[in-house]
């Protein structure tokens, strides 16, 4: 069965820097894109980041020139490096990513709560 789990939230001072990462696991043949989203406080989810199989990219205005998504393709690993963060950073990440397995679609993690606080 195939999961996504994320891991590096925490919390972090008005800009500072965190790194989330996640994980895919399970009988995995390929990975296609993958992504982060977050869910502020009485938000809606909203789209931070992407990465297609080939590393091309977008990303959210609100974060541009302070995000970084990357991925190791040999770990089915996705990262998400966060800096100059500001306390409207604070929710909930997610990864997802669109996975060819037994059961071939779009899968999401449970989430990591990232805070920015002074």
């Known amino acids: 069965q195939v999961q996504l789990v994320e891991s590096g939230g925490g919390l972090v001072q008005p800009g500072g820097s965190l790194i989330l990462s996640c994980a895919a696991s399970?009988?995995?043949?390929?990975?296609?894109?993958m992504g982060w989203y977050r869910q502020g406080p009485g938000k809606q989810r909203e789209l931070v980041a992407t990465?297609?199989?080939?590393?091309?990219?977008n990303y959210a205005d609100s974060v541009k020139g302070r995000f970084t998504i990357s991925r190791d393709n040999a770990k089915n690993t996705v990262y998400l490096q966060m800096n100059s963060l500001k306390p409207e950073d604070t929710a909930v990440y997610y990864c997802?990513?669109?996975?060819?397995?037994?059961?071939?679609?779009?899968?999401w993690g449970k989430g990591t709560l990232v805070t920015v606080s002074s």
């Open positions: 997802n990513a669109y996975i060819v397995a037994g059961l071939t679609g779009v899968y």
């Open positions: 399970g009988s995995i043949r390929r990975i296609n894109d």
């Open positions: 990465i297609s199989s080939g590393s091309s990219t």
